[in-house]
C-alpha cells in the first residue's frame, strides 16, 4: 500500500492518529537512528499497541517514506514558486527555511540521521535523498543562472557548482546547530549570500551563456 492510498482512504479520525503516530516516529528515530528505532517503541510514543501502528504503516519503511513526503511538500512547493516568481530569488527564499527549521529541532535531527543513515545500501530513504539532491540542484543552479542574468549574483563559477555549495552549506549548518543550537543559521547564511552577490554578472568574465551550458 502506497503513503498516496493511504491517504485517500483515511478518516478524519485515521488521519490524526496517522499524524501521531508520524510525529512519534520522527522523534524516535531522530533519537535513535532509523536502525535502533522500533515499531514497539514508536507505538509506546503514541501510546497505542504495535498493531495500532502497522495499522497506518505497515513498515518502518513506509513511516520514513511518509514523514519525508509529508514535510517535502511545502518546501519543493516554495522552491518552485519562486523559479515561477523570479528564479534568481530561490537562492535567498532557503534562508527562510534555516529560519523555519530553527524553531524545529525534531525535524532536524531526524532529517539529518536519516541523511546519513541513507548511506547504506538497501536503506529505504537512499532513493529519496538521490533524487531529492538532484532536484533541488537542478531548481538551483537555474535560479542562479537567472541571478546571474539580472546580475544579482557573480558569475565567476559555474550554476551548478555553486548549486551544490549551497546544498552543502544549507546541510552543513543544520549538522552543526544539532551540536550547537545558539547558532544563528539564518544569519550566518545570509553572510554566505553576501559573498555570491560579491561580483555583479557584468563584472565577471564568465558569461551566463557559458555557465548555462555547464
Do not use: C
Not at 30 to 40: K, L, P, S, V
Not at 96 to 107: F, H, K, S, Y
Not at 197 to 205: D, K, L, W
Amino acid at each position: 500500500m502506497t503513503v498516496s492510498s493511504q491517504r485517500r482512504r483515511a478518516s478524519p479520525k485515521g488521519d490524526r492518529q496517522r499524524k501521531r503516530i508520524m510525529e512519534a516516529g520522527q522523534a524516535v528515530i531522530g533519537e535513535r537512528g532509523f536502525a535502533n528505532a522500533t515499531m514497539e517503541s514508536i507505538a509506546q510514543r503514541v501510546g497505542i499497541s504495535r498493531s495500532g501502528v502497522l495499522h497506518y504503516f505497515p513498515s518502518k519503511d513506509v513511516l520514513v517514506e511518509a514523514i519525508l513526503s509529508e514535510r517535502r511538500l511545502p518546501d519543493d512547493d516554495r522552491f518552485q514558486h519562486s523559479l515561477e516568481r523570479a528564479a534568481s530569488r530561490t537562492v535567498l527564499d532557503a534562508a527562510a527555511i534555516l529560519e523555519r527549521n530553527a524553531t524545529d529541532r525534531q525535524w532536524v535531527a531526524f532529517y539529518s540521521g536519516t541523511l546519513s543513515e541513507a548511506l547504506r545500501d538497501g536503506h529505504p530513504s537512499r532513493e529519496f535523498f538521490t533524487l531529492r539532491y538532484a532536484l533541488f540542484r537542478s531548481m538551483l543552479a537555474q535560479s542562479i543562472r537567472n541571478g546571474i542574468d539580472d546580475g544579482s549574483l557573480r558569475g565567476d563559477a559555474s550554476a551548478p557548482d555553486v548549486a551544490a555549495l549551497v546544498i552543502a552549506v544549507l546541510d552543513g549548518l543544520q549538522q552543526q546547530w544539532l551540536y550547537d543550537p545558539d547558532l544563528d543559521m539564518a544569519r550566518i547564511y545570509e553572510s554566505f549570500l553576501r559573498m555570491l552577490r560579491g561580483g555583479t554578472a557584468a563584472e565577471s568574465p564568465v558569461r551566463s551563456a557559458d555557465v548555462t551550458s555547464s
